[in-house]
């Protein structure tokens, strides 16, 4: 079975700041990794995603993840946030090849000060 | 293109009163279907999940039932509501043997009063 952990519930952070969102996994067996985002009273988008080659990826507006093996971590990072980037962010583990459902983290709200 | 359609968007119920929230797929055959419960400042709890027709698998024995009448029919069921089961509700799809990212439907904000 696989676990997450988002260590971290709520972070604020000032906009133009750099933020990481942290989030960790537990597997025996190899992983696809995602982020997931989520808007007040709407489901969850996906952010990004990591299935096998570059550990580092990137999504569209401005956000990358690094998968780190050894550390079992896939944290979420930006240079610099938004207001339009407060909400909530979601890690979740799949196990790659057999398994059919997403194991989430707890989430960590994001809140972007001006 | 594949879309997730999931309905009541807000629902109040009183305590004791039957439930039925629908989420229908269209664009793709045979998908894995899931019903999350978000509840206030925690996470998604899987409550179901289904891998066909008729095959429903329980993630947590609680007050609530799944069914799969049709394909790309996933129905979450209460015989009788109870307050603890207000929260937010997301019905989600992947597709078996793509190992793809799971696309989730607007949710469902039930309050049980």
């Known amino acids: 079975a696989q676990s997450v952990t988002q260590l971290d519930s709520q972070v604020p952070v000032f906009e133009e700041a750099p933020v990481e969102l942290r989030c960790n996994y537990s597997?025996?067996?190899?992983?696809?990794l995602f982020w997931y985002v989520q808007y007040p009273n709407q489901g969850l988008q996906l952010l990004l995603k990591?299935?096998?080659?570059?550990?580092l990826v990137e999504s569209i507006n401005g956000f990358e993840a690094e998968f780190n093996k050894s550390q079992t971590s896939f944290h979420l990072r930006k240079p610099s946030v938004h207001i339009s980037d407060t909400a909530e962010y979601f890690c979740?583990?799949?196990?790659?090849?057999?398994?059919?459902?997403?194991?989430f983290g707890s989430g960590t709200q994001l809140t972007v000060l001006p | 293109s594949q879309t997730i359609h999931q309905w009541p968007a807000t629902l109040v119920q009183p305590v004791g009163s039957p439930l039925s929230l629908e989420c229908t797929v269209e664009?793709?055959?045979?998908?894995?279907l899931y019903w999350y419960r978000q509840a206030a400042g925690r996470g998604l709890q899987l409550l179901f999940y289904?891998?066909?027709?008729?095959?429903i698998s329980s993630e947590v024995p609680q007050n609530l039932s799944a069914s799969r009448p049709q394909d790309r029919q996933f129905i979450l069921s209460s015989k009788k509501l109870l307050l603890s089961d207000s929260g937010f509700y997301l019905c989600?799809?992947?597709?078996?043997?793509?190992?793809?990212?799971?696309?989730f439907g607007q949710g469902t904000r039930l309050t049980v009063v």
């Open positions: 989600a799809w992947t597709h078996d043997g793509v190992n793809t990212e799971a696309f």
């Open positions: 597997s025996s067996v190899s992983v696809y």
């Open positions: 990591y299935l096998s080659g570059s550990t």
């Open positions: 979740a583990v799949k196990a790659a090849g057999s398994a059919r459902q997403l194991t």
């Open positions: 664009g793709t055959s045979n998908p894995n």
């Open positions: 289904s891998v066909g027709i008729g095959q």
